[in-house]
């Protein structure tokens, strides 16, 4: 077993004084004797591997907080942190064919304050829901989403293509007028027209993403009310466990803790 240094100032000499605590024959300062391997968490590697395990079988935070023996507090921050790392582990670039589409995000109108119930709401490209862009590429079966700002924007659809996909490589859509001229940056861009009643011409269809779509907000319908400004983050928790949804959930629980201690 590796001997324990002081933090202050890294003396590799202490006694044990109570508990877990520790003091330090140098400067004489008392610290904990464990160690707590994630910065500005007080957790133990071993209640890091049991709140990943509770998180993913999507437990309630109640239970992560009683299997773990943590607060409430400190188990709501865990499962933010999660989902942080979830959402950084992006996807190397897409290339072969990608199929690409939109939706939107928010509550049910009925369920919104009354000044907005007042306001007759749109559907589809009009609405006031927030815009999530998605990507599926078939070679790996792999997905990427990116939630917009406020509303869709040419620019930033395109930055966004650009950064996650090779250039050459196929890009299938439904008839949105806003993902034309995609190919004067070097991509090869096919269509189906789902205004006109087309859906599906030899490979080309975007039923792949539009699968997604439905687990998306089927999970999000379960998980319940969220701010705006989080959004992402639970994006980024379904998108991971669906990229990840081939490996056992032991493979899972490593994937995850090697995000947490390592990524």
Known sequence: MAKLSCP???YSRSWI???????????????SGKTYP????RITKEEWTVAVRVFLRERTIKRLSEEVGISMKTAQRITE????????????????????????VGGQRKNKKLHIR???????????????IGLFNRETGLVYIDVEPRKLDRNYVFKTIQERMVKGSSL???????????????????FVDHE???????DVHTNNIEGFWGILKRKMGCIGGMRREKLYLFGGEIVWKFNHRTE?????ERALLNLIFYG
Not at 118 to 132: F, N, Q, S, Y
Not at 174 to 188: A, H, P, S
Not at 248 to 252: D, R, V, Y
């Open 172 to 190: 299938y859509t439904d008839g949105f007028k806003m993902y034309r001229g995609i190919t004067k940056y070097g991509y090869i861009h096919e």
């Open 248 to 252: 056992s959930l032991a493979e899972q």
């Open 8 to 10: 202050s100032c890294s």
């Open 118 to 132: 007042r306001i007759k709401g749109k559907r589809g490209h009009g609405t006031d829901k927030l815009p999530i």
């Open 17 to 31: 004084v109570r508990g877990n605590k520790r003091k330090c024959k140098k400067c004489r300062r008392e610290f």
């Open 38 to 41: 994630v910065s500005s968490f």
């Open 81 to 104: 942190h999660f989902r942080i790392c979830m959402t950084n582990e992006i996807p190397e670039p897409f290339t072969g064919i990608t199929e690409m589409e939109e939706t939107y």
């Open 196 to 202: 006109g009643g087309e859906y599906v011409r030899g």
